[in-house]
């Protein structure tokens, strides 16, 4: 039977709509943009009051007018007072810290999008270009299924069998959440403390949510089966859309560097190597700095990656090569400008494009480290505690 178009196209749709693709390049933008959030906030604690809270220079009433202007969602504007400010920074560290080990992904992807949201738009001057990157991934990491592999959901899953009924164990955590977070949003409509759309948005989480659990109770149900659609295709344009900004972001700064001058006589990476403020390591800086040649190459080089990368996506080996020479780039970036976060963020975004087989084994490299390490731990501990027993019995004898 020949292979028809009208077939492809049935295939292709049959994939999108069953199966949520990208399980670990998913998994790895969770982590990678949580870890590199809490990274942040943990970096900043000491400094927390004066960049968002009631002591920042960008006051609350001038946020507050800002806001008034863009409509931009933030749960600080609720209330002036340095209480509430250190309790959403607090749950914003919490989030971030659950949503990194994969714990009740899809409610912490809503905390966590909500703490970013609160934060950044509460003082908008605050950050190094890889904030708008977090931003913007931490609502599109909502509508993911980020939670497949590498998580404590996935463990939990695997490690919950349905019983004979073909019914899974009870689950009390799940329900107690949902109850907690829905109190806590009665209480926000009820204060009329956010916009209408964010109301509407998080109103149908929140319902979807508990769908999603009622229907998790018959597993082999049609209501579980609609769901799964509906979260397969809400997933995957999620991830397309992931995809797409990330070539968005390097074609436009590519396209742009290329009318600048400076890039154009390739002398551009050697200003912000002299800059003090961007120089962490002034020797480092200057020995890069000091070979003509080498800048020469690295600016035409980043040039020639960022223009070229969304080109080279159909070509697995070519796209693969640029990948790591973007990271390594990122990596230069965090050493030689200090700008950690910002890398940070890039490399994460990048993370998405990587090959399916290089994530399981290293996903498997991991595993194998951990055992080893878990393994060092237990033997020490084993001999510590014959030693006791032998203690033990020497003094009892």
Known sequence: ????????????????????????????????????????????????????????????????????????????????????????????????????????????????????????????????GGDNVIHLMAIYLVLTRCGQVWSLD??????????????????????????????????????????????????????????????????????????DVVANLAHNAALVVIMAEVCVIYATAGWYKIQGSRWQDGTALYYPLKLDYFTPWPALSDLLASGGVMVMVLTYGTVIVQVAFPFTLFNRRVKNVLLVAMMMEHAAIAVLLGLPFFSLAMIAADAVFLPTGFLVRLGGWAARGRGRLFSRAGGVGAEQRRGSQDQTRTLVG
Do not use: K
Not at 63 to 71: K, S, V
Not at 162 to 190: E, K, S
């Open 1 to 128: 039977m020949s292979d028809t178009p009208d077939r492809r196209a049935a295939r292709a749709v049959q994939r999108i709509t069953s199966t949520a693709m990208g399980p670990y390049q998913s998994a790895v933008i969770r982590i990678g943009f949580a870890a590199t959030w809490l990274l942040f906030l943990l970096r900043e604690l000491p400094n927390r009051q004066e960049m968002y809270g009631p002591d920042g220079s960008w006051s609350w009433d001038m946020a507050r007018q800002l806001i008034a202007g863009n409509d931009a969602f933030t749960a600080l504007m609720w209330a002036d007072n340095t209480v509430w400010f250190e309790v959403v920074y607090g749950l914003a560290v919490l989030s971030s810290a659950l949503l990194m080990l994969g714990w009740r992904t899809r409610t912490m992807s809503v905390l966590f999008m909500i703490g970013v949201l609160s934060l950044q738009n509460r003082s908008i001057f605050m950050g190094d």
């Open 154 to 227: 996935a463990r939990r899953a695997a490690r919950a069998a349905p019983d004979g009924r073909g019914v899974p164990p009870r689950d009390r955590v799940g329900p107690a959440l949902w109850a907690v977070l829905g109190f806590a949003l009665v209480i926000a409509t009820f204060l009329n403390q956010t916009g209408w759309y964010v109301l509407l948005l998080v109103w149908g989480l929140w319902v979807g949510q508990g769908l999603w659990w009622m229907a998790g109770r018959f597993p082999s149900g049609e209501p579980r089966a609609l769901l």
